[in-house]
C-alpha cells in the first residue's frame, strides 16, 4: 500500500544563523502546521539577534537547481519566498517557479531585518515590484514594507494600503499589523476587504513573526484553505508564537517559538483539510 504524504511546502528565502528567522523559521512553521517542509536558500546570513553582519548570495543556478532537485522528486504544494536581496537573485527565483507548476506562492517582501538590517538594495526593489509580486499569489507586506512598496505617505489607511499593493499585480494581500497598536491584519483580494483582528503580544519575543505568518499561510494553501482563511490561521500562529517566544535567547529580539504556540493554537493540520477559520 501507497503511503499519503503531507502536503509538501518549499521556502525559497534565506538562512538566519541565529535560528529566528529566515528558513529556520519557516522549517518550524511547517512543523507546526503540519506540513513537510522543503528549502531552497537564497542567502546565507551572519546574524544574531542583535544584527546582520554579512549576508553573502547563493549563485542563481544553485538556487535553481535546489527548486528543480525538490519538485522533480517530492512534488510542491505550495511555495513561500522571503528574503531575495538582490535583482539576480529575483530573475533565478522567477526562474525556478516555472519548475512548481500551480503551486500557489505567497510572497512575504522581507526588506528589513528585525535589528533594522537592510536586506534589499535598491535595485532589487523594482525588480521585486516589477517581476516577482505580479507572480505571487497572495503577498504579506506589514505595514512598513506596504509603504515601501506603493510609495504612500504616512497617514493613510491600511486600507489604501492594501488596495495600493494589490495593484501592483496578485491575487490577494494582506497587509500586517503587528508592528501597530491595534494589531489588525487587513486581507484583500480585490472584491473583500476583511480585518483580521487577534492578540497583540508587545512583550513577546518577535524575531521571525513575519516569516512564521507567511510560511503558515502558505501551508494552508497548501492543506486546501482560501486565502482568507489561510491568512485568519496564519494570524493566529504567528501571534501565538509570539506569546511563546523565547526572550531569553540573545541580547536583541528574541525568536518566535511556532512549535510551542501549535501546542496551544489552532494552526492548519493535515486533519482541518479545507476546514474554514476556527
Known amino acids: 500500500m501507497t503511503e499519503?504524504?503531507?502536503?509538501?511546502?518549499?521556502?525559497?528565502?534565506?538562512?538566519?544563523?541565529?535560528?529566528?528567522?529566515?528558513?529556520?523559521?519557516?522549517?518550524?512553521?511547517?512543523?507546526?502546521c503540519g506540513v513537510h517542509g522543503m528549502t531552497a536558500?537564497?542567502?546565507?546570513?551572519?546574524?544574531?539577534?542583535?544584527?546582520v553582519s554579512r549576508v553573502d548570495a547563493v549563485a542563481p543556478e544553485m538556487i535553481v537547481e535546489q527548486v528543480r532537485?525538490?519538485?522533480?522528486?517530492?512534488?510542491?504544494?505550495?511555495?513561500?519566498?522571503?528574503?531575495?536581496?538582490?535583482?539576480?537573485?529575483?530573475?533565478?527565483?522567477v526562474e525556478a517557479l516555472e519548475l512548481v507548476g500551480d503551486a500557489p506562492v505567497v510572497l512575504d517582501p522581507v526588506?528589513?531585518?528585525?535589528?533594522?538590517?537592510?536586506?534589499l538594495d535598491p535595485e532589487a526593489r523594482r525588480a521585486l515590484v516589477e517581476r516577482m509580486l505580479p507572480r505571487a499569489g497572495v503577498v504579506t507586506p506589514n505595514l512598513a514594507e506596504a509603504h515601501e512598496l506603493t510609495g504612500l505617505p504616512d497617514g493613510v489607511s491600511q486600507?489604501?494600503?492594501?488596495?495600493?499593493?494589490?495593484?501592483?499585480?496578485?491575487?490577494?494581500?494582506?497587509?500586517?499589523?503587528?508592528?501597530?497598536?491595534?494589531?489588525?491584519?487587513l486581507f484583500f483580494d480585490g472584491t473583500v476587504v476583511v480585518a483580521i483582528p487577534g492578540?497583540?503580544?508587545a512583550d513577546g519575543a518577535a524575531h521571525g513573526s513575519g516569516c512564521t505568518h507567511s510560511s503558515a499561510l502558505a501551508a494552508g494553501l497548501a492543506l486546501g484553505d482560501s486565502p482568507l482563511e489561510?491568512?485568519?490561521?496564519?494570524?493566529?500562529?504567528?501571534?501565538?508564537?509570539?506569546a511563546a517566544g523565547l526572550g531569553g535567547i540573545g541580547e536583541?529580539?528574541?525568536?518566535?517559538?511556532?512549535?510551542?504556540?501549535?501546542?496551544?493554537?489552532?494552526?492548519p493540520s493535515a486533519t482541518a483539510g479545507a476546514g474554514g477559520a476556527q
Open 252 to 267: 536583541g529580539a528574541g525568536p518566535v517559538d511556532a512549535l510551542e504556540a501549535a501546542r496551544g493554537a489552532t494552526a
Open 111 to 119: 526588506m528589513v531585518a528585525e535589528s533594522g538590517a537592510v536586506l
Open 199 to 201: 492578540p497583540r503580544h
Open 69 to 93: 532537485m525538490v519538485a522533480e522528486d517530492i512534488g510542491v504544494d505550495a511555495v513561500k519566498i522571503g528574503m531575495l536581496g538582490t535583482a539576480q537573485t529575483i530573475e533565478a527565483v
Open 41 to 51: 536558500i537564497t542567502a546565507i546570513t551572519a546574524q544574531s539577534t542583535v544584527g
Open 4 to 32: 499519503t504524504r503531507p502536503p509538501a511546502v518549499l521556502s525559497i528565502a534565506g538562512s538566519d544563523s541565529g535560528g529566528g528567522a529566515g528558513i529556520q523559521a519557516d522549517l518550524k512553521a511547517f512543523a507546526a
Open 159 to 185: 486600507e489604501d494600503l492594501a488596495r495600493s499593493v494589490r495593484e501592483l499585480g496578485h491575487d490577494a494581500v494582506v497587509v500586517t499589523g503587528g508592528h501597530s497598536e491595534e494589531g489588525v491584519d
Open 230 to 242: 489561510a491568512a485568519q490561521r496564519a494570524r493566529e500562529l504567528a501571534a501565538a508564537a509570539v
